[in-house]
């Protein structure tokens, strides 16, 4: 750890977790988020709330963001906060983007003479208030060395994979696992809501059988206790996320047919309402018997 201070943009459940953390560890932090009640918790604990995003940058050396994609990222990072960074400063950019966007963004900020780290993440909210996040690296090395002790702060884990873009296409990689996962839990409730049979049953069973692994069990329980909120993964950026990585995938010319059929379901909890709730509501979408009957 270090004395000095780290700018951190975004306090969204992953966001809020992982600057959390950072002042737990000792950092001292500089935090705006959007919602300005999302700051409070963080102004609790000793950090310094700012008015605005290029108020948390300046004077930065490390700024860490965590956006809720591309549009986030390009609006805060190029249209509020570039013209505030000072040379040299590192983005540790901790946000979900195509592995194209990640590539461009990183050129784009070079050419001003700041630099971006490509961090990210697995885990969920609980994971990044205790620092055990798994974080992916990506672009120059001596980059990612010298915002080690950050990352360190946050991830019990640490691996660099490569150029920028690299990390992104991993951490699709994983997602899309995850939302396929997620959607066919939800398929599967289905089939069992639909035959009379247990719900709660088929859950503790599910949870106990070689078919299970932590993530499908901590949604599974979700689902059990219908409980969604406060999110773990929004839906909405569930949907996101398996379109980029549908995209990045026709890039390289291949397709990814039941990643898309699963992001048209997202698509469908999204259009319902659910979007800001947690991707395993999905369950409740193809349920026959609706959540005040159960």
């Not at 959390?20 to 932090?29: C, Q, T, V, Y």
């Not at 066919?184 to 009379?196: F, I, P, R, S, T």
Request: hydrophobic residues 50%.
């Amino acid at each position: 750890m270090s004395n000095e201070s780290v700018a951190f943009i975004g306090l969204g459940g992953m966001g809020g977790g992982m600057a959390g953390r950072l002042r737990a560890a000792g950092f001292p932090i500089v935090v705006y988020n959007r919602t300005a009640a999302k700051a409070a918790p963080l102004a609790e604990a000793g950090a310094r709330v700012a008015a605005s995003s290029s108020e948390a940058v300046r004077g930065a050396r490390i700024v860490v963001l965590s956006l809720s994609d591309e549009n986030a990222v390009e609006q805060v990072l190029f249209g509020e906060v570039r013209d505030a960074l000072s040379p040299g400063a590192i983005i540790v950019d901790t946000s979900t983007v195509s592995p194209a966007y990640a590539a461009e963004a990183a050129e784009r900020l070079a050419l001003t003479g700041v630099r971006r780290v490509e961090a990210c993440v697995l885990g969920n909210p609980d994971m990044a208030r205790a620092g055990k996040l798994r974080i992916f690296t990506a672009g120059r090395s001596e980059d990612v060395a010298a915002v080690r002790h950050v990352l360190e702060a946050l991830g019990q884990e640490i691996t660099h994979v490569g150029p920028a873009g690299s990390a992104a296409v991993l951490k699709l990689s994983f997602n899309l696992v995850l939302g396929n996962q997620v959607a066919a839990l939800a398929e599967a409730v289905a089939l069992v809501d639909a035959a009379g049979l247990d719900r709660d049953g088929f859950l503790t069973a599910l949870a106990k059988s070689g078919f299970s692994s932590p993530t499908l069990a901590f949604r599974a329980e979700l689902v059990r206790a219908r409980r969604y909120e406060p999110p773990a993964f929004r839906s909405v950026l569930m949907e996101k996320d398996l379109r980029l990585a549908a995209g990045e995938a026709a890039r390289h010319g291949i397709e990814l047919p039941v990643t898309a059929c699963a992001a048209d379901r997202y698509a469908d909890v999204v259009r319902t309402g659910d979007g800001d709730r947690d991707a395993a509501v999905i369950a409740e979408r193809y349920s026959p018997v609706p959540a005040d009957r159960a």
